[in-house]
């Protein structure tokens, strides 16, 4: 890309040789997953990243996804000693353009409830704040917390025709799940009810058994979510410990008090697209 209000350089897209500059940006997120490894980085990530380089090196990175006529800003690092030069409203600028390129109407991300800069950066392009999520750790143990579920339900693969009740039902992105269909890293299970197959919004949640994490997650009820759960952790096997990221309040109380741990929370902001400038 070239800088929009000029011929300055700008963004440029990834290459495999960024990895370990990935690496050290992705520490800064201040999150308890490692970050992806070069075989992840090259199969995927490197051809949805962009780079800013400064004269001392890259400057700032961000990683996108386009789901449907959405952006999806996934990360968006600015070195440190980088800050505070209006960086990150450049790679903003630029991010919008080429979402907008690429039909999109809309962006969104997530961030840090806290980080009152990037709020500030984010609110200054449109986006609004929309739900809160926290990213629960806990193990098997901490299910006897949650009611029983029922007996009937079942936990199935989801197929393409379940993609639009299930968005309309839970209020995802339109576009969100047929995106993550896509990607071998992903798993989309969706909790039905044999005896009422038509009712959608029972819960659903998209397992990563890589990174051991379950997002999106969104159940009907607590009981719901213990069906749900209990399928992944049979899906993962011997995992001990899986995170999983949920707005539901009252799920995350059960949890809490049960002694699960609450290891990150975020925002969502989504808003329309600026005008291009």
Do not use: I
Not at 11 to 36: C, I, K, M, N, T
Request: charged share 25%; net charge negative.
């Amino acid at each position: 890309m070239r800088d929009a209000n000029g011929d300055a350089p700008g963004l440029r897209p990834g290459r495999v040789e960024d990895h370990a500059d990935f690496v050290r940006l992705f520490g800064e997120l201040g999150v308890e997953e490692s970050p992806p490894p070069l075989d992840v980085w090259v199969s995927d990530l490197v051809k949805r990243s962009f780079f800013l380089d400064g004269p001392e090196g890259v400057a700032a990175y961000a990683l996108v996804d386009v789901l449907g006529e959405t952006g999806y800003v996934v990360n968006l690092v600015v070195a440190p000693e980088q800050r505070g030069k209006g960086l990150g409203r450049k790679v903003m600028r630029e991010l919008a353009a080429w979402f907008r390129a690429r039909g999109c109407h809309e962006w969104m991300l997530y961030v840090k409830p806290d980080n009152e800069p990037a709020l500030a950066l984010y609110g200054s392009v449109g986006m609004k704040a929309g739900r809160l999520e926290t990213t629960w750790r806990l193990s098997r143990d901490h299910l006897e917390a949650l009611p029983l579920a029922p007996e009937a339900l079942e936990v199935l693969p989801m197929v393409e025709p379940d993609f639009a009740p299930l968005t309309q039902a839970f209020g995802l992105v339109p576009g969100k799940l047929a995106r993550f269909a896509t990607l071998s890293t992903h798993r989309l299970r969706r909790l039905m009810d044999p005896e009422h197959p038509e009712v959608a919004g029972l819960g659903l949640m998209d397992v990563r058994p890589q990174a051991r994490v379950l997002v999106p997650f969104y159940s009907a009820s607590p009981a719901h979510a213990r069906a749900l759960l209990e399928a992944a952790f049979l899906e993962l096997g011997s995992a001990e410990e899986l995170r999983m990221v949920t707005g539901d309040v009252e799920l995350g109380s059960l949890l809490w008090e049960a002694g699960a741990r609450a290891v990150l929370r975020t925002l969502m902001m989504r808003g329309p697209l600026p005008d291009p400038q």
